[in-house]
């Protein structure tokens, strides 16, 4: 593939898990070398690391040296530069040379603001939740989600001339990644950032390149994720119109194969004075007849060989019949419930059509309380009552999704847990949630975002009276996120989601609750 982007550009890298968005950005950053072709990158590269490259020892107030050196050497010759100049007449011999250096040494102060550098790590270190944090803190004493907003922070604060981001909103609450998205937007130079957060794509990128297999390789589209996803329902409606015209015309070519080939253009005996006649008739109309099936029988091969394949089904629920309905349509109430030191709630009543999205600070007890629902987690452990309709069937999706016998395959264990006869009716392979090579792996050697996958399959083909998700877009690629969110309007009976994603809860379709922070 070729990439270019201009200062200015802003270039956002989607795809599923495996596409490359990485490995693309460790190319550009210089990190890795490709095996063929090649990479031009400016000298002022700047890569947000899985890691933070300092020693654990070192301080926060180090890594914004580090961050400030280079503005803070600007500043400096620009100062030695103004001496200089001041001490030089204009028609000396060096003069020129100063100018010229001075002037080169302007224009990259100017670019990386210098100036603003301090008061900009400050704004930086407020921004990304950092501020309140004793500067000579040791990076070991940090916990992980903080070394990387610090790390990101120390980029923000640099200003690089190509900024490259690896799932920048990581560990970013909604005002930090708003913070995020109103500097990025701000810089000068190139951006080019690998995301799954559609809040972030479409806030910042000027672009979006899709990673995922495709016929022409990786695509590019211009503006955000809401651009994006026109683009692609366009792409899938041409798609689906192609393929539907195409099965049209196959079965008018195999009719007309097969029964024009047998039509015989006179059907009647000729009389004893017209033989002649007509056999040379009977000839010239075969032969405009074999002429038309051999054309056809062409065209078919031609088609069934090249024809396109069917679209992939969205990710859809099917609504479950509800066992015994309560007159007052309540599937689940909760009163009291106290989990000590994880999670307090005075009542929640949850009926067969709600949806309810679980919002608050992590520790708030989002996880904790859709384990409550589960049944995983009884009430007597604190105290409360849960009231469940009789025969009500729950599926939780947890964070970490755990099978009882890893060795088995994910099409073996998708088919254990809803049935072969609904496998074979919602085939794994049909939902595009693993590729064709994992359906054959044993569960155990999946990763945790195929392992989550796999379990939201089972959910889907067999989906219960209540469906709980728990940050169910984690490891979906966008696309993938896009369908499950279309698919949770329609169905399947009560949905509770506990999510952090932006996108999906400023578009959530039912009630909010909020958890408050733990005390």
């Not at 950092?130 to 990387?148: E, H, K, M, V, Y």
């Amino acid at each position: 593939m070729s990439l270019t982007a201009a200062p200015g550009h802003r270039v956002g890298l989607i795809g599923e898990n495996g596409a490359g968005k990485s490995t693309l950005l460790r190319l550009l950053a210089g990190v890795d070398e490709p095996d063929g072709g090649a990479v031009t990158r400016p000298a002022d590269v700047g890569f947000l690391h899985q890691e933070m490259p300092f020693d654990p020892a070192a301080t926060i107030a180090d890594v914004l040296d580090e961050a400030l050196r280079e503005a803070r050497e600007d500043l400096g010759e620009l100062d030695r530069l103004t001496t200089a100049l001041a001490a030089t007449p204009p028609e000396g011999p060096d003069h020129a040379a100063l100018l010229a250096a001075y002037g080169v040494r302007l224009e990259r102060a100017q670019d990386h603001a210098a100036w603003d550098a301090d008061r900009r790590a400050e704004i930086t270190l407020a921004g990304l939740g950092l501020g309140g944090i004793d500067p000579s803190r040791a990076l070991a004493t940090l916990s992980g989600g903080q070394r990387a907003r610090l790390a990101l922070a120390a980029l923000l604060v640099r200003r690089p001339t190509a900024l490259l981001l690896d799932e920048p909103t990581n560990h970013l609450d909604d005002d930090a990644a708003a913070f995020l998205e109103e500097q990025v937007r701000a810089l000068p130079g190139v951006v080019v950032a690998a995301s799954h957060d559609r809040a972030f794509l479409d806030a910042v990128c000027t672009d979006l390149i899709d990673l995922d297999p495709a016929v022409d390789g990786p695509t590019r589209y211009g503006g955000g994720y809401t651009a994006y996803q026109a683009a692609k329902q366009a792409e899938r409606d041409r798609w689906e119109r192609r393929f539907a015209d195409e099965q049209s015309e196959l079965a008018a070519l195999r009719h007309a194969v097969a029964t024009t080939s047998r039509t015989i253009a006179a059907n009647r005996g000729p009389r004893d004075n017209n033989k002649m006649s007509f056999g040379l008739l009977t000839n010239r109309v075969e032969q405009q007849i074999s002429r038309r099936v051999r054309n056809a029988a062409r065209r078919l091969d031609d088609l069934e060989r090249h024809q396109v394949r069917r679209p992939p089904p969205p990710l859809r629920f099917a609504a479950p019949a509800l066992a015994n309905p309560s007159p007052d349509g309540t599937l689940l109430a909760l009163r009291d419930i106290r989990v000590p030191g994880r999670l307090a709630l005075d009542r929640l009543d949850l009926t067969a059509t709600d949806r309810v999205l679980v919002t608050g600070p992590n520790g708030a007890g989002k996880s904790t309380l859709l384990a409550v629902l589960a049944g995983q987690l009884g009430a007597a452990a604190g105290g409360g009552e849960v009231r469940r309709r009789a025969h009500l069937r729950v599926g939780l999706l947890a964070q970490d999704s755990v099978f009882d016998r890893p060795e088995r395959t994910a099409a073996d264990t998708y088919a254990r847990a809803v049935g072969q006869r609904r496998a074979e009716t919602v085939p794994l392979g049909g939902l595009g949630l693993l590729a064709p090579r994992e359906l054959g792996r044993p569960v155990g050697e999946l990763s945790v975002g195929q392992r989550r996958r796999l379990a939201l399959a089972i959910l889907v083909a067999d989906p219960p009276d209540l469906l709980l998700l728990d940050e169910p877009t984690n490891h979906l690629s966008p696309r993938l996120a896009d369908e499950l969110q279309d698919a949770l309007g329609p169905g399947p009976g009560a949905i509770v989601v506990a999510s952090h994603d932006r996108w999906l809860r400023s578009r959530w379709p039912g009630r909010e609750l909020r958890l408050p922070a733990p005390a």
